[in-house]
């Protein structure tokens, strides 16, 4: 009697299981083709539900709307723009404005973070009580308060423009905002920044050549006076040569209001002051918490060398820590780009106030713009992302991770 030996199974037929199911078997495949169908039905319903209404509203659905003239006037624009613009122009205004208020903020959160995080680890017990406290107090407040707070109680309660508060005889600080100078281009503007470009590049190679140094043969080169004056000279012998690059248009009292010069919305300054202060309290937990993260030889091992504190931090801690900071601190990026649609609680002309609010109200076309402001976020976002992650691979690479 002979044993035949068992056929081996399918493998086609496990492959497929595994790759449709998981280790789950052909129970997952089903629940997935479940949960689909699910989703396609919710689906179905809200864009039908959607139409319906639409059609009952008599509202034609689309994006041609975009080309229709907004009628309506904005208070801060980076470009030209006029009520008599269509609502893709009123679009393309909001969403500068957004990213304005978005970058400067950035910026000073980050500024101010990292002086304050460096404060609360400072030796000195006043400064690391006072960091403390700021951080305690601005992270422990409503954002939409700061807000009000910085516009209501601090911008608002400032004298008219006829008593405003004059700096230099130039500069004007009101109710009405900040008015101040506006530079006008002359001949002599295109070499000016071509000298400073240039100064920037070699500034930016020195000090390039001097971190190579430094990591080569441990050689420290001080190159910031070669930078400064790189950074001041080159600009100053163009100005020399070609003439002045810019001339100022002095805002002038005309009335009840100033003529001339360029205008700061107190909406703007509000803002970028509340979204500043309060997203620097949060960073600033990130950096000390990521200096705390290196090990305290680190810096110790630095002074053993001769370098000062700052400099031991600068060169050798910061670095380090950086890679436990950026990610927590590109979700602070992130937070503060979306927290800037609460814009429109005091009318700063942002994305969400002038094509959400103000567009949506006069077109009805709530899904197209309520779609196309989720979508603009969400790009800032995965861009924002993008970058950090980009840097964060960079320094990776650079630190031999």
Do not use: C
Not at 61 to 89: H, K
Not at 93 to 109: D, R
């Amino acid at each position: 009697m002979s044993i035949e030996p068992r056929k081996p199974p399918l493998q086609f037929a496990i492959r497929l299981q595994r790759a449709l199911g998981g280790q789950a078997g052909w129970g997952g495949f089903i629940l997935q083709i479940l949960f689909v169908a699910v989703l396609a039905w919710i689906s179905y319903e809200i864009v039908s539900n959607a139409s319906e209404n639409l059609k009952a509203q008599r509202i034609t659905a689309g994006f041609g709307f975009l080309a229709n003239t907004a009628g309506f006037d904005v208070n801060q624009s980076l470009i030209p723009y006029a009520g008599s613009d269509t609502y893709t122009r009123v679009f393309f205004v909001g969403l500068l404005n957004t990213l304005l208020v978005s970058l400067i903020g950035v910026f000073f959160a980050t500024l101010i973070g990292f002086l304050v995080a460096l404060g609360r680890l400072s030796p000195n017990w006043l400064l690391a009580r006072i960091s403390g406290g700021y951080v305690e107090l601005v992270r422990n407040l409503p954002l939409l308060f700061q807000i009000l707070f910085w516009y209501l109680a601090v911008l608002a309660a400032l004298p008219n423009p006829r008593q405003s508060i004059a700096l230099f005889g130039s500069f004007f600080l009101s109710n009405r905002g900040l008015v101040i100078p506006k530079p006008i281009g002359d001949p002599g503007f295109e070499p000016f920044m071509l000298a400073l470009l240039i100064a920037v590049v070699a500034s930016v190679g020195l000090w390039r050549y001097s971190r190579w140094k430094l990591f080569q043969n441990g050689q420290m080169i001080k190159v910031w006076p070669y930078v400064l004056g790189l950074l001041i000279g080159l600009p100053v012998v163009s100005a020399l040569m070609f003439g002045a690059p810019v001339s100022f248009e002095v805002p002038v009292l005309k009335g009840f209001n100033f003529s001339g010069g360029s205008r700061v919305i107190p909406e703007f300054v509000a803002l970028t002051l509340a979204l500043s202060t309060y997203t620097a309290a949060f960073i600033a937990e990130i950096v000390r918490a990521g200096i705390l993260a290196v090990h305290k030889g680190q810096m110790e091992a630095g002074t053993s060398l001769g370098l000062q504190r700052g400099s031991a931090l600068r060169l050798i801690v910061i670095p380090q820590a950086l890679r436990v900071i950026l990610p927590p601190l590109t979700n602070q990026y992130l937070n503060l780009t979306k927290n800037s649609s609460l814009a429109v609680a005091i009318g700063y002309p942002d994305l969400v106030s002038v094509f959400a609010g103000t567009t949506l109200s006069q077109t009805g076309q709530a899904i197209e713009i309520i779609g196309i402001t989720m979508g603009v976020y969400l790009l800032i976002s995965l861009v924002t992302s993008a970058i950090m992650s980009f840097y964060g691979w960079r320094l990776g690479r650079s630190l031999g991770g």
